[in-house]
T-cell receptor, first 118, second 116 residues
Framework: AQTVTQSQPEMSVQEAETVTLSCTYDTSENNYYLFWYKQPPSRQMILVIRQEAYKQQNATENRFSVNFQKAAKSFSLKISDSQLGDTAMYFCAFIPGNYGGSQGNLIFGKGTKLSVKP | NAGVMQNPRHLVRRRGQEARLRCSPMKGHSHVYWYRQLPEEGLKFMVYLQKENIIDESGMPKERFSAEFPKEGPSILRIQQVVRGDSAAYFC??????????????FGPGTRLTVT
């Protein structure tokens, strides 16, 4: 079975500091995609960052970056210079697929509730 | 370019009534996914549809739940004879399934169903 585990139910960080959210996954697939989604109090699901398993280089989007360790099946999210607007639930998600496309559904972890304190 | 649209945003039903949730995918997207989020949980896959076809319904309960995505109009998730345990947020996502971004799913704002 393919699973995604987020071991930190809640975390907090001071504004302007850096925080890392953990995620591990289990799959026998060789090609897949990993995502971090943000869900603020509005409950809208917002794609933060994605990583393709066949790419060695860690993805980066402005203040958000990932540490992708394929052998360890680990996919952590680092948020630098945390802002109050980063307060949200963060979900790690996985989808199996071949290069260029997939037809599967996303498998989500249970989420980490991040609070950014002023 | 409008995003994924869902309506209603909030829906209250009494036990035994029917709930109909609608989802209009992003322009150019022909693939729709429905997910359910129970309180304090992550999203769980329910069903994946293309126009006029159900591709994968492995996450959808066999009874009372059905989904469709007609040639014209939005995708509909229908829950008959609702029970309290159906209270949840229901999210729709869409994708284009073409090109390098074909694995990306874009989510609507969700419908919060409350069963009283």
């Amino acid at each position: 079975a393919q699973t995604v585990t987020q071991s930190q139910p809640e975390m907090s960080v001071q504004e302007a500091e850096t925080v890392t959210l953990s995620c591990t996954y289990d799959t026998s697939e060789n090609n897949y995609y990993l995502f971090w989604y943000k869900q603020p109090p509005s409950r809208q699901m917002i794609l933060v960052i994605r990583q393709e398993a066949y790419k060695q280089q860690n993805a980066t989007e402005n203040r958000f970056s990932v540490n992708f360790q394929k052998a360890a099946k680990s996919f952590s999210l680092k948020i630098s210079d945390s802002q109050l607007g980063d307060t949200a639930m963060y979900f790690c998600a996985f989808i199996p697929g071949n290069y260029g496309g997939s037809q599967g559904n996303l498998i989500f972890g249970k989420g980490t509730k991040l609070s950014v304190k002023p | 370019n409008a995003g994924v649209m869902q309506n209603p945003r909030h829906l209250v039903r009494r036990r035994g009534q029917e709930a109909r949730l609608r989802c209009s995918p992003m322009k150019g997207h022909s693939h729709v996914y429905w997910y359910r989020q129970l309180p304090e949980e992550g999203l769980k896959f329910m069903v994946y549809l293309q126009k006029e076809n159900i591709i994968d319904e492995s996450g959808m309960p066999k009874e009372r739940f059905s989904a469709e995505f007609p040639k014209e109009g939005p995708s509909i998730l229908r829950i008959q004879q609702v029970v309290r345990g159906d209270s949840a947020a229901y999210f729709c996502a869409s994708s284009s399934l073409s090109g390098a971004a074909s694995h990306e799913q874009y989510f609507g704002p969700g419908t919060r169903l409350t069963v009283t």
